[in-house]
């Protein structure tokens, strides 16, 4: 797993293999995480003044069929994109925040209907766990966070925590609220995939989540990026 311009894009692989992948790179290297996710999504809210993240940024490669390779737009700003679906958006210098494939996301999980967090490597957080699982063993239980509403509905109500948002109840719709929509499963243990992909239409965004695959879970939509954290000394 590598940020390299001009190749496929990681896909068909599990959790476990994706997070093996990435600490290949070598120490404090690992998949992308919730507590970056969180801090984007308001990032885009403050600056875009609306939750409506795709009518302000572009709607994201979420109309055509097939993972694009990296690096399509090597050559457009920090910020950059279209509506006519097919095009893909650029926030912050990142191809494909929403649309194109899933990114799959460590350090949020739903286990048996409970949301569960953790948002630093260490117990810096207030976790239990040294690291990010597969399990949500030690992590941060966020309470009254049991998804309600239509699956596979728009965003309607968020739970609000010291570290951000967290969808709570569904059935709103692609022009309100947050505009963006969530597929959950209650039961067992799910592991998020965000953002998200090429067939997802209006329903992805920055906010979308996909808490309804198990962590051995894979498909040709589905993928991870890359993410570098240093354990806190402190």
């Known amino acids: 797993m590598r940020s390299i311009s001009g190749r496929s894009c990681i896909d068909n692989q599990d959790a476990t293999t994706e997070i093996n992948l990435a600490k ?13 996710r969180l801090l984007i999504q308001d990032l885009l809210v403050m600056m875009g003044k609306s939750t409506n993240c795709q009518t302000v940024y572009g709607f994201g490669r979420v109309s055509t069929p097939g993972n694009a390779n990296s690096g399509l737009m090597n050559n457009k700003g920090m910020f950059w994109g279209a509506n006519n679906k097919n095009d893909g958006v650029k926030v912050f210098g990142m191809e494909h925040f929403w649309g194109n494939m ?3 996301t460590a ?4 286990v048996n209907g409970t949301q569960k967090v953790k948002l630093t490597r260490g117990t810096h957080d207030g976790s239990t766990a040294s690291d990010y699982n597969t399990t949500g063993n030690g992590y941060i239980s966020v309470s009254d966070s049991t998804i309600t509403g239509s699956n596979g509905g728009y965003i309607k109500g968020m739970k609000i925590e010291a570290y951000g948002r967290l969808p709570k109840t569904l059935s709103g719709s692609s022009s ?10 209650n039961s067992d ?3 998020a ?3 998200g992909n090429w067939n997802d239409d209006l329903i992805a965004g920055p906010f979308y989540a996909n808490l309804n695959n198990a962590p051995s879970g894979s498909g040709t939509g589905i993928g991870a990026a890359l993410s570098c ?3 806190a000394t402190a």
């Open 24 to 36: 290949a790179n070598g120490e404090d290297w690992y998949t992308e995480v919730l507590a970056d």
């Open 102 to 104: 899933y990114r799959r």
């Open 107 to 110: 350090g949020w999980m739903l």
């Open 176 to 185: 309100s609220f947050e505009a963006d929509g969530v597929y959950y499963n």
């Open 189 to 191: 243990t799910r592991y």
């Open 193 to 195: 995939l965000c953002g």
């Open 229 to 231: 954290k240093p354990v």
